[in-house]
């Protein structure tokens, strides 16, 4: 599975925005890019997917660049509750996950 | 609806004790995967399922690990002789299709020590 960089760490007040890049130059034409978040002590939970283009559903958006090497997680409005570690990830349909180190979120009050 | 279920969710081993960590998925998955969590890190796969048949099993550190879901259902993954390496914690997702895009639920793991 082709490989992504994420930031180890990023910090934001509560109810602003948040934006989480993810860079995967090698990503194959297949490759979904998905957003998992895990909450402490809790087992990872899907946040959003895209292909090739953005993204919206009721937790977060997806911004696809146009030549697919990059995209970015946008919390519109951070909670105390969405402080996770959140993993960028590509697979193809239906495969494993390869998780990386992913990006700990600390949001302030 | 019920989401993915883990039992035991926390199991402490002496070294070289066998254990048998178990997954319920959500009713009708046909797909089913673990991984393993060490701390700090993030979860490395190690099996997957397509119903009872065990199509990959690339991940799986050795061969005291062994996974089975005869039915196409529970899956059970198995660890024989434990050694402190073998402590993490041991999670479960299903999915429900093959081939088109369903993300993956995961259970809340089983966390192992093995002293």
């Known amino acids: ?109 | 609806g019920a989401g993915v279920s883990q039992s035991p969710r926390y199991k402490v081993a002496k070294r070289g004790q066998d254990v048998a960590l178990r997954c319920d998925p959500i009713s009708g998955h046909v797909s089913l995967f673990w991984y393993q969590q060490a701390l700090g890190q993030g979860p490395e796969f190690l099996t997957y399922f397509q119903n009872e048949a065990q199509l990959d099993k690339s991940g799986l550190p050795s061969d005291r690990f062994f996974a089975e879901r005869p039915e196409g259902s529970v899956s059970t993954l198995k660890i024989q002789r434990t050694q402190q390496e073998d402590s993490a914690v041991y999670l479960c997702a299903s999915s429900p299709l093959v081939k088109t895009y369903n993300e993956q639920f995961f259970g809340p793991g089983t966390r192992l020590t093995v002293l």
């Open chain 1, 1 to 109: 599975d082709a490989k992504t960089t994420q930031p180890n760490s990023m910090e934001s007040n509560e109810e602003e925005p948040v934006h989480l890049p993810c860079n995967h130059s090698t990503i194959s034409g297949t490759d979904y890019i998905h957003w998992y978040r895990q909450l402490p002590s809790q087992g990872p939970e899907y946040v959003i997917h895209g292909l090739t283009s953005n993204v919206n559903n009721r937790m977060a958006s997806l911004a696809i660049a146009e030549d697919r090497k990059s995209s970015t997680l946008i919390l519109h409005r951070a909670t105390l509750r969405d402080a996770a570690v959140y993993y960028c990830i590509l697979s193809a349909a239906g495969n494993k996950l390869t998780f990386g180190g992913g990006t700990r979120v600390l949001v302030k009050p």
